[in-house]
């Protein structure tokens, strides 16, 4: 029996990430799912995004199913910070993985990319702060046992929110993107020109790519992106700090199809979290109209990364062919609403794997 924790979260999330779970439980039985109610609908009725009993339980998981977070009746940051970048944080999640594919009938480019975006510094340590009504800086934080004092007085207003690199998470970071990347067109993009910082980041991804031995090379993230546009079949592995490969990879979803498409996993050395890029889209949320298709691709990650490498090659070489066939999502033009796309996943997958003798 393989437990994983599920937190289907909010809008088209909690739409979706339950009929996949569906599916996964009918192509294997063997998989047992433990849902977590984290979502805007209970922080609205009791004022918790995510407690510590939840994190602790979570930690006892190898693997977790995410949807989304983030309602609009609810200040923007609040739930996505206090639930996404906090589990990433409690959880150690240090590795973000993107993979961005095109599918045939759905994109007329030929993209086959993984983003390996770090998952915890950066501009995301929420190391930030104001001038005061006294318009005086006093503020002292603190990333591990280092304090960083802010001090002064503005005659204008001032908020700010520090970009941190550590070495030891740097260095554990390229370590586990050199041991995940088989193949040897790897790119490490920054802002080094422009950020001071990411000549440090510079020289950890040399040092451990000589370590690792491998080969990379170097672009700025804003050469970088506009050559991803006009030349996306060029590049196989990005590997990016936090900010920049959030932004990369939501662009290579647009060019591969949409957001409906693009899957990530949060890899810990423990636990690991897996889910779509979108988020909430509470715009077309209940509807049927949401693509499954990133969720299930994020499923299906989690199945490899769990060892079930048969059931995940299984389901995207289904999805693969039921698009091939025309069964095109919404989102792409088709007329398969959500509930459709994971019944001919699901169908489709069962079949193979019967073929195949697995039940
Ligand atoms: P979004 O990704 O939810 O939606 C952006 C656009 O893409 C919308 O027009 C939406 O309808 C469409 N879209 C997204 N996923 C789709 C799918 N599977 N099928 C068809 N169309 C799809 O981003 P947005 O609108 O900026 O954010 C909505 C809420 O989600 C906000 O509260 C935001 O903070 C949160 N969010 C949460 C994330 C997470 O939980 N990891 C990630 C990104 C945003
Ligand atoms: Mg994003």
């Not at 609810?74 to 639930?83: A, H, S, T």
């Amino acid at each position: 029996m393989v437990d994983i924790a599920v937190i289907p979260g909010d809008g088209i999330g909690k739409e979706i990430m339950p009929e996949v779970c569906n599916m996964l439980k009918n192509i294997d039985s063997s998989l047992n799912f433990y849902y977590y109610d984290i979502s805007s609908e209970r922080y609205k009725r009791t004022g918790k995004t995510v407690t510590d009993n939840e994190i602790t339980e979570l930690k006892g998981y190898k693997s977790i199913l995410f949807g989304a977070i983030g309602s609009p009746d609810i200040k923007p940051g609040i739930m996505e910070r206090n639930v996404i970048l906090k589990l990433r944080r409690e959880l150690d999640l240090y590795m973000n993985i993107r993979p961005a594919k095109s599918f045939n009938k759905i994109s007329k480019n030929n993209i086959n990319i993984t983003i390996f975006r770090e998952n915890m510094e950066d501009f995301y340590t929420e190391i930030s702060g104001k001038v005061n009504e006294n318009r005086e800086f006093k503020k002292i934080n603190s990333i591990y046992n280092y304090n960083i004092k802010i001090d002064g007085k503005s005659s204008d207003n001032i908020y700010y929110n520090l970009g941190i690199l550590t070495e030891k998470n740097i260095k554990r970071f390229f370590k586990k993107a050199f041991s995940l990347i088989k193949n040897n067109n790897i790119t490490v993009t920054d802002k080094a020109n422009a950020i001071e910082m990411y000549n440090f980041w510079r020289k950890i991804a040399v040092e451990m790519a000589i370590k690792e031995n491998k080969n990379i090379k170097f672009e700025y993230a804003d050469a970088l992106a506009y050559n991803l546009i006009i030349d996306p079949g060029k590049y196989e592995s990005i590997i990016a700090p936090n900010l920049y490969g959030d932004i990369l990879s939501d662009m290579l979803s647009g060019i591969t199809g949409g957001l409906g498409y693009s899957p990530s996993g949060n890899i810990g050395d423990s636990t690991s979290m897996f889910e779509p890029v979108h988020g909430s889209a509470p715009d077309i949320a209940g509807k049927n109209i949401a693509n499954p298709v990133a969720s299930i691709l994020s499923a299906s990650m989690m199945l490899d990364y769990i060892g079930l490498n048969r059931e995940a090659n299984i389901i995207n070489t289904s999805i693969d062919y039921i698009l091939d066939k025309n069964i095109i999502p919404l989102e792409s033009g088709g007329v398969y609403g959500t509930a459709a796309i994971i019944n001919h996943i699901e169908k489709e997958s069962i079949c193979r794997l019967e073929r195949q003798g697995y039940y």
